[in-house]
């Protein structure tokens, strides 16, 4: 009796764009016939949507395929694919895994390739076209990189948002009278007064200017960083810049790649209206580097905000800074520092604003804040609960999972914009329509970089606090043996160290508005890592919850006796 051979259906489409012939139903259907007239038996059938070919990472299906074949599950001697661009572009990825397959007496057939690998020819042949789909994935991008540095020689717009002070018609760059006018007065009061960037914006926003909302932006007021970033374009005197930013291989990887600012970039003169003189620009840009040094402290060189950037301001919830008020002695010769904390957003240098205009002694703050943890140590239980937890595991899955959702969304649009790149290659010259379907192409694929640009941004992120986790394990258990002995170190420790301890030690810390009639002012502090209180264990304590018990209470108020708050 004649025994009929099994196989596994395997297709895949880059994006929900697909040409014709190469959509997932096409894809089958093709394999389906194709498997009937060579009587095989269709075991199984795998397929990857939206999945670029230029990994293995990110299709799930594929990978499943293999790990079938690998356990020998159903007993398959061929895998179907349309064209091995299907199977993979990645030359490296498909002479691996094809090596995979026939350790396990699986063997390849490319159907419209005509290629089948348990032949010699037919491995040869895939070994060729593998890295020939590699080597054209490549052309298309530097196609289409320079494609883009050619529009910057001829002073074209490159593609994506306009700039703001700037519309876009036609695919080029015209002044937008209603925001150009906020672009003049940041380059006036930047060269021709002694305003740096942060008293600008809150110049902008005290002035009753407001921001035209585009793109993502949610606020209509300016920041520190719009003014800047306004200052650092030479797109408003007239230039394109071409290379600000470079897409960078990571080293380590095969595939993984990120953005890197660039010191040195091309300019060209643009064929759009400068907003303000070349001359204006150069001197915003000096000013710049002039004052891009870090200013050294001349006074109280000791003295560290310990709770900055930990402190929320009670009423919009912002992080409070560190402030002094440098006060002359009686003798008239000697200075005296008092520190206190303030809303950031007092001075509205982010384009957020705030009415909390209250300042605190950094004293009284600081000392309310080591009280309540005095007084969690104090506990008996306490020494031998935290010793429990030096040496346990940390758990990031969750990043961890939304990295993985970040990639694959990155996948994606990395193969959205190479089948665009694709298409610009394969458009007919003699259409009389090329330039016009040429730019929308084009325009598309700028839209895609700049979205692509924000993923990698976000995937660097979670990268640092994945690595960050990961690296605060020792440090982690550093902290728990400092708790135990925080009586005998906090006072030995310098403002630098006791800033240090405490980032690393507590995320947040909220305060009332005013100080309470029993002398409380902490209204609550989540920490980083789990303390143990009222016998079991916390990542805070809330002051002003109904349900802490009043034990809660006591712990705020202790041993502490409020200092005078110096406003």
């Known amino acids: 009796m004649k025994t009929h051979p099994k196989c596994y259906i395997y297709t895949r489409v880059s994006t929900a764009m697909q040409v014709d012939g190469y959509s997932l139903d096409a894809q089958k259907e093709k394999l389906r016939r194709y498997a009937e007239f060579q009587d095989m038996v269709v075991v199984s059938e795998y397929s990857d949507e939206g999945k670029s070919g230029k990994s293995v990472e990110g299709r799930p299906e594929f990978l499943k395929m293999i790990q079938d074949i690998e356990s020998l599950k159903d007993q398959v001697s061929f895998v179907l694919v349309f064209k091995l661009s299907r199977f993979g572009r990645n030359a490296a990825d498909v002479l691996t895994y094809l090596q995979k397959m026939q350790d396990c007496g699986v063997n390849l057939i490319c159907v419209e390739d005509g290629i089948d690998s348990s032949k010699d020819s037919g491995k040869l042949m895939i070994s060729v076209l593998s890295a020939v789909a590699e080597i054209e994935r490549e052309n298309i991008l530097v196609q289409t990189m320079e494609g883009r540095k050619q529009k910057a020689r001829e002073g074209r717009w490159n593609g994506g948002f306009a700039p703001y002070g700037y519309k876009l018609e036609n695919g080029e760059l015209s002044i937008a009278e209603d925001e150009a006018e906020v672009i003049r007065i940041i380059y006036d009061k930047y060269v021709h007064t002694t305003m740096g960037v942060s008293k ?13 909302k585009r793109q993502n932006n949610t606020l209509d007021s300016f920041s520190a960083a719009f003014v800047r ?6 797109i408003y005197c007239g230039k394109l810049a071409y290379g600000r930013r470079h897409n960078e291989k990571r080293q380590g990887t095969r595939n993984q790649y990120h953005i890197v600012k660039q010191e040195k970039y091309m300019l060209y003169d643009g064929i759009h209206e400068p907003i303000v003189s070349e001359a204006d620009w150069h001197l915003a840009k000096q000013k710049r580097e002039n004052n891009g040094g870090k200013k050294e402290k001349t006074h109280s060189l000791e003295h560290e905000h310990i709770l900055s950037g930990l402190l929320c301001c009670p009423v919009c919830g912002a992080g409070m800074y560190g402030n002094v008020n440098r006060k002359r002695g009686p003798d008239g010769k000697s200075y005296r520092d008092y520190f206190y904390y303030q809303c950031k957003h007092r001075k509205e240098v982010d384009g957020h604003s ?3 205009s209250k300042q605190w002694s950094q004293d009284f703050i600081n000392d309310a804040v080591v009280t309540v943890i005095q007084n969690l140590i104090h506990n008996p239980k306490f020494s031998n609960a935290i010793q429990n937890k030096i040496g346990q595991s940390i758990d990031t899955r969750e990043l961890e999972q939304q990295l993985d959702a970040l990639r694959k969304k990155l996948r994606q649009l990395n193969g959205a914009k190479n089948h665009i790149g694709d298409q610009i290659d394969h458009l007919n010259f003699d259409d009389p329509h090329y330039e016009r379907k040429s730019q929308d192409l084009q325009d598309r694929q700028d839209r895609l970089y700049d979205e692509m640009s924000a993923i990698e941004k976000s995937i660097d992120e979670l990268q640092a606090r994945i690595l960050n ?10 902290i728990y043996q400092y708790l135990v002995c925080f009586d005998q170190l906090y006072d030995e420790f310098t403002d630098a160290e006791r800033k240090e301890f405490m980032k690393s030690f507590i995320k947040r810390v909220e305060i009332f508005p005013e100080q309470q009639a029993d002398g409380r002012i902490l ?18 304590l809330d002051w002003d919850g109904k349900s802490m018990h009043e034990t809660v209470i006591q712990l705020s108020k202790g041993s502490f006796t409020p200092k005078t708050v110096h406003m």
């Open 229 to 234: 970033g306004v200052l650092e374009n030479p």
């Open 354 to 356: 705030c009415t909390y």
């Open 200 to 212: 600008i914006a809150i110049w902008l926003n005290s002035h009753g200017y407001k921001k035209k």
């Open 469 to 478: 986790v990961r690296s605060q394990k020792i440090r982690r258990d550093n």
């Open 523 to 540: 209204k609550r502090i989540d920490f980083r890592i789990p303390v143990f209180f009222n016998d079991q264990e916390v990542d805070m």
